[in-house]
């Protein structure tokens, strides 16, 4: 039997609780073996965005993600040619571990707009996909095909864009983030 894997794609900039309670929440109700947390390198719709650089991001990720053995922080995407594509990223997913199944697990913000993504059709067709509730973000179950299913994740309003701007005013974010990503922000200085 194939290990079920969930590929949970973000630039977590930085990665959050809502990030990590999300994940926690799919991975024991709603029956992954693992999730991974795939640091996404350039997201082709969101072009023009500050990130932190690549591999600050992964180590905040390994960070936030150590202790909890369904977890793994992923660098796969790092590698790939730029602009990284969903449809791409999971072929060579599927090609690298022929011995999991994947299911791709996204926001239901971005299922309102996937037929924006490069070959949305394609991944439907040939992919399990989980959309999370998001603030905002209504999805009609009646309207999803077979390989679509809605979550019953608790919607989580947080937002790494909060936190960066809580950051940048001086606030005291610790509780947003794991205590480790916290320190290592607060250490670097980070989003200053």
């Given at each position: 039997?194939?290990?079920?894997?969930?590929?949970?794609?973000?630039?977590?900039?930085?990665?959050?609780?809502?990030?990590?309670?999300?994940?926690?929440?799919?991975?024991?109700?709603?029956?992954?073996?693992?999730?991974?947390?795939?640091?996404?390198?350039?997201?082709p719709l969101r072009k023009g965005a500050d990130f932190l650089d690549d591999n600050k991001r992964l180590e905040l990720v390994k960070l936030a993600t150590e202790g909890y053995s369904k977890f793994v922080a992923s660098d796969f995407e790092l590698h790939l040619p730029k602009p990284s594509y969903t449809c791409n990223t999971l072929d060579e997913l599927k090609k690298a571990y022929p011995d999991r199944e994947f299911v791709l697990i996204i926001g239901a913000d971005n299922w309102l707009i996937f037929d924006k993504w490069k070959d949305y059709q394609?991944?439907?067709?040939?992919?399990?996909?989980?959309?999370?509730?998001?603030?905002?973000?209504f999805v009609d179950k009646s309207t999803l095909p077979p390989s679509v299913k809605?979550?019953?994740?608790?919607?989580?309003?947080?937002?790494?864009?909060?936190?960066?701007?809580?950051?940048?005013?001086?606030?005291?974010?610790?509780?947003?983030?794991?205590?480790?990503?916290?320190?290592?922000?607060?250490?670097?200085?980070?989003?200053?």
């Open positions: 039997m194939k290990i079920k894997t969930g590929i949970f794609g973000g630039t977590f900039n930085p990665i959050h609780i809502g990030h990590l309670a999300l994940a926690n929440y799919i991975c024991e109700f709603e029956e992954l073996d693992e999730l991974w947390f795939l640091v996404t390198p350039q997201n394609r991944i439907i067709d040939e992919n399990e996909i989980w959309i999370y509730p998001r603030p905002g973000s809605l979550t019953n994740v608790p919607e989580i309003d947080i937002c790494s864009t909060f936190i960066r701007d809580g950051i940048k005013k001086g606030k005291d974010v610790r509780y947003f983030m794991h205590p480790a990503v916290y320190n290592k922000i607060k250490e670097e200085g980070y989003f200053l």
